[in-house]
Every structure is written in C-alpha cells, then in structure tokens.
C-alpha cells in the first residue's frame, strides 16, 4: 500500500492544481449564478472519463454527481464541494509565488480543485478501489441569497450521501467532530398609530417599540450567562448574540418600529422544535405592553452534529493525515455551521470537513497557497484508499 500512495502522491501536479484553481477562480459564480462555474467544472471531470448527472432543480444553481463505480456492493465514500462564491467584489485573479488570490480561491474552488486531482491521480493510475467514489458539487451555499438548497437536494435523492463523506473546505490541520448548531433570528417589535414626541406618548402610555427591544436584548443577554455554565468541552456552551438593533429616528421621537437580530448558537442534542421553543421561551418572559406587536422569524442553517471520533471515515483521514503530514491531526469542535451539519443531520452519515486552509474566506483580498492544495490533494487520495481499499494488483 506504500509503494502505491508514493507512486500515486508523487503523480500529484503542483502546477494542474494551481491552473485548475484559477481557471475556476476566473469564472464568477456569486450565490445563484453558477451556471458556468458548474459547465467547466462538468467538463473538466469528464475529461477524466467519469459521467457527470447535472440537476437542475435550481436552474441558475445547477449540481452535479459524478460517479466512479468500481464494486458496486462496497462502500461509498463522498467528496463534496460548493461552487458558490459570496456576493463581494474582488481585484481580477492572480497568481503571486505560490499563493493564488481571488474571489472563492479559498473559499471554496481549491478544494474543489483538490477533489478532481485526486480523482484524476487514482484514475489515471488504474487504481481499482474496493468501493465506490462520488464527487457532488451545488450551489446555492452562501447566505443569505442560499439557504443550502442545493446541498439539502443532494441530499434528499438518498444516493449521493450514502457512507461516509469529506466536504473539501475549511481548515486542514484540525479535524471538528462536532459543532453547533446556528439558528438565526430577526424580530420585529412594532405598535399601531404614528410617531410621537415624547413627552406626548409617555403621558398617553404608548409604548416605545425600541424601548421594548431594550427589554428583549437585556432578556436573550441574560440568558447568554445562564447558558454559560453549561459548557461542552469542545464547543463551549450554547450562546446568545445581538447583531444589529435598529428604531427610531429622532432623539425625542418614540418610533412605531424597532428590529433586532443575531444567533443563537446550540449543542447536537437540540432539534429544530428545541431550537424555536428555546428562543420563543426569551420572547414570551417579556410582559410585552398591549399596544405592541412582535413577529419573530428563525432561519436555521444547521443543526449541530457530532461525528463519532471511531467512525471509519475519521480515522481514515487521521491516518492519512499522518503518513502524509507526519504528524497527528487532533479532533476538535467547530463553532460555525457548514455543509458537515447539515450532511451529518440530514444524511446521517459521518462526514468530516478537510480543505485546503484559507484563512482570507469572505475577506476583501481572498487567497489560498499552492503547497496547502497539494497537501490536501494528498491527503484525499491516501484518505481515499484507507477507506475503500484497494485490489490485489493495483
Ligand atoms: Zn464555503
């Protein structure tokens, strides 16, 4: 087994990696354009001779499954990719010395770009894997234009997520085996009538909607600190965070609006009627005036997940890891929801997330080092046939 992973690792191009991460890269594909993206990508893994089925449930959003089927009655392991990049303005790509810049370099076409090399490696190599290899790529990942819809059909056809899988993102030298889950909140704290001064409502007793999101802010605080003492010693304990609070216009003017949102980020144990009863609980232990109406809306981009740390794809990749870095890859927990949440809940498979390590996701210049994407490129493959396994003659 060796022989065959130097052989194989040392077919790994630096120079396909970086070529096929720009190309990527110079194709924009922001959340619900990635028509093109999503074309060349098609066309790259055919050339590898693989078919590629293209879903179009979401026209502008396309996915893709392709699959290398070598014994249909083994396992299966996924690799999974968004091509989605958030709506931001970037310079035009470039390459500097090893590090390629440009919107979605990091975030996330370099592990795409991983999973078609390793794919390519075993190919071309006639590797003939005890199991079967699917790589499913959508769209429609970043909020707030996606909400997941791309991943969650995936997903609902049963036979792209049946194993185990690796979403190629995030970071490479831990590995998260549980995480939280996020559930979003936007609450709207309104009254009937007009706007008033002051010194006009209070005598009236009209309530002030901005005062009122005082209340709930001060509530959903408090309730941060009594969560507190309750920590998981991975993720910590569940939170309570305040984005944005907005009303009024006027110093002495009392609005008939105020809105707030923020997070409110929980353990693996909570299902989504845990979730709505937990923040409505903090709505309803406010005494809300008579004049005033609250409307709350709860998005939820993922539950926690926990991945058992003796699931076979986990210890697969950690050997992996090993032989290919030399050192260990320690388990941890991950505070933000990914496409691994909504895999492990939705699937119920065990995934684990390993991509090329950009720390520049969402920032203004975005980019990811070469050395990174062949590591990753690397790992994959010895991941790949840890888990399958490989027959006698390859
Ligand atoms: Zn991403």
């Given amino acids: ?32 354009d990635s028509v093109d993206v999503t074309a ?25 499954i392709a699959r290398w089927e070598n014994t249909p009655d083994g396992p299966t392991i996924t690799l999974d990719g968004h091509v989605d990049t958030i709506h931001a303005d970037h310079v035009p790509p470039y390459v500097e010395g090893e590090r390629i810049y440009g919107r979605g370099a990091g975030d996330m076409k370099s592990g795409i770009a991983a999973m078609i090399e390793a794919t390519r490696v075993l190919i071309e190599n006639d590797v003939r894997l005890r199991g079967n290899l699917i790589l499913a790529t959508h769209s429609l990942h970043e909020a707030p234009v996606g909400h997941m819809e791309g991943l969650k059909a995936l997903i609902a ?16 030298d831990t590995l998260p085996i549980r995480g939280k889950g996020q559930c979003l909140f936007e609450i709207e704290i309104t009254r009937e009538g007009e706007v ?31 969560l507190s003492v309750h920590a998981d010693p991975l993720i910590g304990p569940e939170t309570y965070f305040l984005g ?50 609250v409307t709350r809306k ?40 990914s496409d691994v949440n909504v895999i492990a809940r939705e699937a119920g498979i065990p995934v684990v997330a390993h991509g090329t390590g950009s720390t520049t996701s969402h920032a203004d210049l975005e980019w990811v ?26």
Avoid at 2 to 27: F, M, Y
Avoid at 160 to 166: E, N, P, T, W
Avoid at 196 to 222: D, F, K, T, Y
Avoid at 374 to 388: P, Q, S
Wanted: glycine residues 8%.
């Fill in 1 to 32: 087994m060796s022989t065959l992973l130097d052989q194989l690792t040392s077919c790994v191009s630096p120079e396909r990696l970086r070529d096929l991460t720009l190309e990527l890269v110079r194709i924009p594909s922001p959340t619900g």
């Fill in 40 to 64: 060349f990508y098609t066309e790259t893994v055919r050339g590898l001779g693989l078919p590629v089925e293209m879903l179009t449930d979401y026209p502008e959003s396309p996915s893709t």
């Fill in 157 to 172: 056809r049963g036979d792209v997520f049946v194993d185990a899988a690796i979403v190629a993102e995030c970071g490479f």
């Fill in 196 to 226: 008033l001064h002051e010194n006009v409502a209070r005598p009236r007793g009209v309530s002030n909607p901005l005062e009122q999101a005082a209340r709930l802010a001060h509530r959903m605080l408090q309730r941060h600190e009594e």
């Fill in 244 to 293: 944005q609070i907005h009303g009024g216009d006027f110093y002495n003017r009392v609005p008939t609006r105020a809105f707030m949102n923020g997070t409110y980020r929980y353990l693996p144990d909570k299902d989504w009627p845990d979730v709505y009863r937990e923040v409505d609980a903090q709505i309803a232990a406010i005494d809300w005036p008579a004049d005033i109406t």
């Fill in 298 to 337: 709860l998005f939820g981009n993922g539950l926690g997940y926990q991945v058992s740390p003796e699931a076979g794809i986990v210890q697969a990749l950690r050997n992996a890891y090993h032989t290919i870095v030399g050192r260990e890859l320690p388990l941890e927990g991950n505070l933000s929801v």
């Fill in 369 to 394: 080092d070469l050395p990174n994407i062949v590591r990753t490129t690397k790992v994959f493959i010895a991941t790949i046939l840890n888990y399958l396994g490989v027959e006698e003659g390859s």
